[in-house]
């Protein structure tokens, strides 16, 4: 599985920006899809998940109520809409895939996933 995300960028506290992924290599629907995020000096963490079709979106707390994550099979492509950003949201961002149909505890550790995308870079200023 390939993956290649895009829409990263500089934007204000309180902007929105939407990250997009998309997927070749194997069929999109069957793939368990995760967001995650590195900011400087620190580990990679756990934004977003949706499991294969129609098993439900997941978020952590950080971000609960401001990012929505959503999948299009049609193009094969995952979103990250992300609205209320603040500069703590400041990282390199990250799309990540399994075909393991993980279960919902599995979901939040980055080893889990097989395949991952190149990252794209969000900075929010202040």
């Known amino acids: 599985v390939q993956l290649q995300a895009s829409g990263g960028g500089l934007v204000q506290a309180g902007d929105s920006l939407r990250l997009s992924c998309v997927a070749s290599?194997?069929?999109?629907?069957?793939?368990?899809m995760g967001w995650f995020r590195q900011a400087p000096g620190k580990e990679r963490v756990f934004v977003a998940a949706?499991?294969?079709?129609?098993?439900?979106?997941y978020y952590a707390d950080s971000v609960k109520g401001r990012f929505t994550m959503a999948r299009d099979n049609a193009k094969d492509t995952v979103y990250l809409q992300m609205n209320s950003l603040k500069p703590e949201d400041t990282a390199v961002y990250y799309c990540?895939?399994?075909?393991?149909?993980?279960?919902?505890?599995?979901?939040?550790?980055?080893?889990?996933?097989?395949?991952w995308g190149q990252g794209t870079q969000v900075t929010v200023s202040s």
């Open positions: 990540a895939a399994t075909g393991t149909q993980l279960i919902l505890s599995s979901l939040y550790a980055p080893g889990n996933y097989d395949y």
């Open positions: 949706s499991r294969w079709s129609g098993r439900g979106t």
């Open positions: 290599g194997r069929t999109f629907s069957n793939l368990v």
